[in-house]
C-alpha cells in the first residue's frame, strides 16, 4: 500500500474523517515551508498538499495566486519544492505528501525524470490540474509503477464519462471540487456536495475528498458527513497572510487543531 493508501485505511478503521491541508511552496518565505508542514501536522493533517508555484494557476483564486507571485518572487521552482519535501522526510516518514501543481513545470523535466525525483525525494503522489485524465494513462501507469498516486479533480460539471474516467486512472484518493469555480470563491452547499458525492461512490471506489470552499469547522463538520477528507487551503494561506513570520507555524497548528476538533467530534 502508498503511504496514502494506508493513511485512509487507518482512518477508515478508526472512523475518522481525513484533514488534507494545502500550503504555496516558498510562501510566505523560502525557510518557512518545512516549518509549515510540520504545524500543519502537528494541528491534525493527516495528508500535505504542497503548491508547486506557477505563474499561471488557472484553477486558484486570489489568495493563492498572491501566494504563488509570492513564493516567485524567491526564485522557488519545482526543484526546491523536492528539496522540501526531502527535508520534512528527514523527521516525518509517515504523512503523505501531495504534490499539487501544473503540467509545464513537469513537461519542462519530463514526466519521467519527475517520476523519479519525486520518489526519491519522498513525495506520495501528486495532482496535476491541467493533465486531463483522458490524457494520462501512460502516466499513471508509470507513477502506479513507482509508487506514486495520481489524483484528479472532479468538479460539479464532470459527466458520468469524466468520472469513470478517474475511475480508470486514479489512484489514493479522488478530490471533489466543491464549487464552480476557483479556490477559495464561495461557500459550499452541502446538500449538493452530498448528492454529488453520492453520485461519484457509484463509480469511484476510491476515498473523496472535498475542498475549494471549507473555511471553518462549522462547515468542515457538515462537509465530512458525507466525504472522506475535507480539503483546507486558501483558509490556511489567508492565515498566514494575516500572522506574522515568525509565528505563521503556530497559527496554522492552531487553525488546523480546531478543524481536526471539529471533525472528531461528529
Do not use: W
Not at 79 to 96: G, H, I, M, Q, S
Not at 180 to 195: E, L, W
Not at 216 to 234: L, P, R, W
Amino acid at each position: 500500500m502508498s503511504r496514502i493508501e494506508s493513511t485512509f485505511a487507518a482512518l477508515r478503521e478508526q472512523n475518522k474523517t481525513g484533514l488534507v491541508t494545502f500550503i504555496t511552496a516558498g510562501d510566505p518565505g523560502p525557510e518557512m515551508t518545512v516549518p509549515l508542514m510540520h504545524a500543519l501536522v502537528a494541528g491534525g493533517a493527516d495528508v500535505l498538499e504542497l503548491g508547486v508555484p506557477f505563474s499561471d494557476p488557472m484553477a486558484e483564486g486570489p489568495v493563492i495566486q498572491r501566494a504563488c507571485e509570492r513564493a516567485l518572487k524567491f526564485g522557488i521552482g519545482l526543484n526546491d519544492v523536492l528539496d522540501y519535501v526531502r527535508e520534512f522526510r528527514k523527521t516525518n516518514a509517515d504523512t503523505p505528501v501531495v504534490l499539487m501543481g501544473y503540467a509545464n513545470p513537469i513537461e519542462r523535466i519530463g514526466p519521467d525524470n519527475f517520476i523519479r525525483s519525486a520518489k526519491e525525494a519522498g513525495a506520495d503522489g501528486a495532482i496535476v490540474v491541467d493533465y486531463p485524465p483522458e490524457e494520462c494513462e501512460a502516466f499513471a501507469e508509470a507513477m502506479r509503477a513507482n509508487g506514486l498516486d495520481l489524483i484528479f479533480l472532479l468538479a460539479p460539471t464532470s459527466t458520468q464519462e469524466r468520472i469513470r474516467q478517474v475511475a480508470r486512472y486514479g489512484s489514493g484518493f479522488s478530490y471533489y471540487v466543491s464549487l464552480k469555480g476557483v479556490t477559495g470563491a464561495g461557500s459550499i452547499d452541502t446538500d449538493d456536495v452530498a448528492r454529488r458525492v453520492a453520485a461519484i461512490r457509484e463509480h469511484v471506489s476510491l476515498p473523496i475528498g472535498v475542498g475549494f470552499g471549507i473555511r471553518d469547522a462549522e462547515t468542515a463538520k457538515a462537509v465530512a458527513a458525507v466525504a472522506d477528507a475535507v480539503v483546507i487551503g486558501s483558509r490556511i494561506i489567508q492565515e498566514l497572510e494575516n500572522t506574522p513570520k515568525e509565528d505563521g507555524p503556530e497559527a496554522v497548528r492552531a487553525f488546523c487543531a480546531n478543524i481536526r476538533a471539529a471533525l472528531d467530534s461528529q
